[in-house]
């Protein structure tokens, strides 16, 4: 109880700002159980969907710039891709582009727009996980 008493001293003492963005939880007028930082909006829930949907979205945007990386390699044809990290990158990315290189033909057998496919279809789906956040 004495520590209780000392943390909420301690939180009086913060600038206003700093209050206001703490969020003290207490259970029915029980001891203090923890402080949380607030910077969420009103209204946000933290239920185990938006953390789930959180964590793909950063997965998304991690594997949008091994992807880039992977793009912006191929211009280059002396890069020896049996060796590591490229061979990794390759490996990450090469099935998911597949994908879409089955769906559209290079232009004149040289030039593959596939990949611009591909970073649409993981925008959109990046945008939709954090629409559901």
Known sequence: MLLTKSLIHKLS??????QASI?????????????????????????PLTVVAAGLSKWLDIYSGVLMVRVLLSW???IPWDRQ???????????????????IPSVFDTLD?????????????????????
Request: charged share 10%; net charge positive; aromatic share 10%.
């Open 113 to 133: 727009v596939s990949p611009l496919l591909a970073f649409a279809v993981l925008e959109t789906l990046g945008s939709i996980l954090n629409n559901s956040r």
């Open 85 to 103: 990290p490229l061979s990794a990158i390759r490996d990450l990315c090469d099935p998911y582009l597949n994908l879409f290189r089955n769906i």
């Open 23 to 47: 969020r003290i939880s207490s259970s029915s007028g029980g001891p203090l159980f923890f402080a949380a930082i607030c910077d969420r909006p009103a209204g946000y829930l933290n239920t």
């Open 13 to 18: 003492a913060l600038s206003p700002q700093i």
């Open 76 to 78: 280059f044809p002396n």
